[in-house]
């Protein structure tokens, strides 16, 4: 079993910054990948970036150049820092591991980006 803990959510105003956090119960080396999905009100949950174990990342259009997936084995954590926040990225945020096969998922953060 695993357990995907995330943290760094909160209320901040358009074009600012925050970064996520997620901590893993497992070698994070071993999930892969492990990536940030968002779930805003009426919408579907969608994939926002990916990481894979050999730190290959991947983005949704929407988000490329403004957010940045990282990760630190050590510490296995998981990091989205997000940049020139917009409105529309306004959402739940949920991370999710594969670990040999199985999706794993956080209970998820809130971010609300203000005008």
């Known amino acids: 079993q695993v357990q995907l803990v995330e943290s760094g959510g909160g209320l901040v105003q358009a074009g600012g910054s925050l970064r996520l956090s997620c901590a893993a119960s497992v070698s994070i080396f071993s999930l892969n990948p492990t990536g940030w999905y968002r779930q805003a009100p009426g919408k579907q949950r969608e994939l926002v970036a990916a990481?894979?174990?050999?730190?290959?990342?991947s983005y949704v259009d929407s988000v490329q150049g403004r957010f940045t997936i990282s990760k630190d084995n050590a510490k296995d954590t998981v990091y989205l820092e997000m940049n020139s926040l917009k409105r529309e990225d306004t959402a739940v945020y949920y991370c999710?591991?594969?670990?040999?096969?199985?999706?794993?998922w956080g209970q998820g953060t809130q971010v609300t980006v203000s005008s």
């Open positions: 990481i894979t174990s050999g730190g290959r990342p």
């Open positions: 999710n591991g594969v670990w040999y096969g199985i999706h794993y």
